[in-house]
């Protein structure tokens, strides 16, 4: 397994215009700090909790609360998922819908050594079969252990 992308530098993150258009199809009120925020879970491609999120440079200067709340609006219009790790972290995931896998459906695997996660898109979830009346409206499965970085030292 290769050790997970850098989180983008500020001229790497992607144009907002991608991400503009992404909210528009979804149907949510654009604004800067939405496009802004999905540019940068899209331009990094791999899970970011809340922490690592505002400490990007595109988004140090958003306050915690406007980025949770910008957070909850991208996962209620389905462009990100959300995975919680056993260490209680929730992170954040964003693909463009031209990437197969996502929004959520795959297992992701956590190091417990360095906190990184990663979308293991080449595989799916297993159907759940559940009684009459009811609906499932969410899975996940997490795998954990020790990345290769974290293995070497």
């Not at 959520?104 to 080449?122: A, I, K, Q, S, Y």
């Not at 079969?129 to 499965?141: A, D, F, T």
């Amino acid at each position: 397994m290769s050790g997970r992308a850098p989180p983008p530098r500020p001229d790497q993150v992607p144009q907002s215009a991608s991400a503009e258009s992404l909210l528009r199809s979804a149907g949510v009120r654009v604004t800067e700090v939405r496009c802004l925020t999905l540019a940068c879970l899209l331009g990094t491609r791999v899970p970011l909790s809340h922490g690592e999120l505002a400490n990007l440079p595109a988004l140090q200067a958003l306050d915690r609360v406007t980025l949770y709340r910008t957070l909850h609006v991208l996962k209620a219009a389905r462009l990100v998922h959300a995975v919680q790790g056993i260490d209680g972290s929730w992170r954040y995931c964003a693909h463009s819908p031209r990437v197969s896998g996502c929004p959520g459906d795959h297992p992701h695997f956590l190091c417990e050594r360095c906190g990184r996660m990663w979308c293991l898109t080449g595989q799916r979830l297993p159907q759940i079969e559940v009684p009459e009346g009811l609906s499932v409206r969410g899975k996940q499965l997490l795998a954990y252990g020790l990345c290769e970085e974290c293995q070497g030292g």
